[in-house]
């Protein structure tokens, strides 16, 4: 079974920092990946997805992710984040061979971001 | 509009009573999930449904019960709450499993047993 492993539980940044929050996962063979985003109170919200191609992937509101096959990672990106970024974010990875597809999450990590 | 509704979104009671978290969704979904999210331990699967009459246990389905009688709907049943049930669940689903898809969620319902 695969697993998914986010390396920062809780980040706390001021306005204008960059970001990077790390992503591994443990899985043979090909898969899907995903970073979800949760803003307080509400449900999850696809930020950016890997299926194939490029492996250097840009999602929604500035965010960008890099697939790196060899490291099994896949750590989400943003050069200048702003206080609306104050989320809990998750990674998350979905098998696309040997018959299971079920995505599995990271434990997420919580972002915030102070004025 | 294409989306996942769960109901209710907040619900409290008391233990032993029974319950049931609906879902459903618009979207001619095949697959459907149930996850529940606790502080520090992220989204953790129930159960799970490849499509009608097709159900299986995730990594937590201890005291939870599901049914899959129609493509659109998956409802989440617990049969004799416990506090440690206490949690926000979602409902996801997704065309199929496999090659290019991405789950969608539902807003989520806020349980507390007392």
């Known amino acids: 079974a695969q697993s998914v492993s986010q390396h920062n539980h809780h980040v706390i940044l001021s306005e204008a920092a960059s970001l990077e929050l790390g992503c591994n996962y443990s899985?043979?063979?090909?898969?899907?990946l995903f970073w979800y985003v949760q803003y307080p109170g509400q449900h999850l919200q696809l930020l950016l997805k890997y299926f194939s191609g490029d492996p250097l992937v840009k999602g929604i509101k500035g965010f960008e992710a890099e697939f790196i096959k060899s490291k099994f990672s896949f750590n989400l990106r943003k050069p200048s984040v702003q206080w609306s970024d104050t989320a809990e974010y998750f990674c998350a990875v979905s098998p696309i061979s040997g018959g299971s597809y079920i995505p599995t999450f990271g434990r997420g990590t919580s972002l915030i971001v102070h004025p | 509009e294409a989306q996942v509704t769960q109901n209710p979104r907040y619900l409290i009671t008391v233990t032993g009573k029974k319950l049931t978290v609906t879902c459903s969704q618009n979207?001619?979904?095949?697959?459907m999930s149930w996850y529940r999210q606790d502080p520090g331990l992220g989204l953790r699967q129930i159960y799970y449904s490849m499509n009608v009459e097709v159900t299986d246990k995730g990594d937590v389905p201890e005291g939870y019960k599901v049914s899959r009688k129609e493509k659109r709907n998956f409802p989440l049943i617990l049969e004799s709450p416990s506090p440690n049930q206490t949690s926000l669940y979602f409902c996801a689903s997704s065309p199929r499993v496999g090659r290019n898809t991405e789950a969608f969620f539902g807003q989520g319902t806020r349980l507390t047993v007392v």
């Open positions: 979207m001619n979904h095949e697959y």
């Open positions: 899985y043979g063979g090909t898969v899907n």
